[in-house]
């Protein structure tokens, strides 16, 4: 039975599938206002070195965000 013919050239690293995806999020995240997660690096969550620096970027996000309303109850009939 024939053998199949071998490759002629080496595949090149841009030509990976992941690779060609990877450049199509990007330009996507470009332009769009939604983004789409690319890399583990590139869209993950900033990482905090120390517990006080962890304490600091809380109280931080917590006075960002607008305090919630306690629920208001109807006045029972």
């Known amino acids: 039975m024939g053998k199949p013919k071998k490759r002629t050239s080496a595949r090149k690293t841009g030509m990976r599938r992941s690779h060609l995806v990877l450049k199509l ?3 996507v995240n470009k332009t769009s206002p ?3 997660r690319t890399t583990k690096n590139e869209s993950g969550k900033r990482k905090v070195a120390t517990k006080a620096e962890a304490k600091v970027v809380k109280a931080v ?9 306690a629920p208001t109850k109807k006045p029972a009939k």
Do not use: N, Q
């Open 25 to 27: 999020k990007r330009l």
């Open 61 to 69: 996000e917590k006075a960002a965000t607008p305090a919630k309303k």
């Open 34 to 36: 939604v983004k789409i």
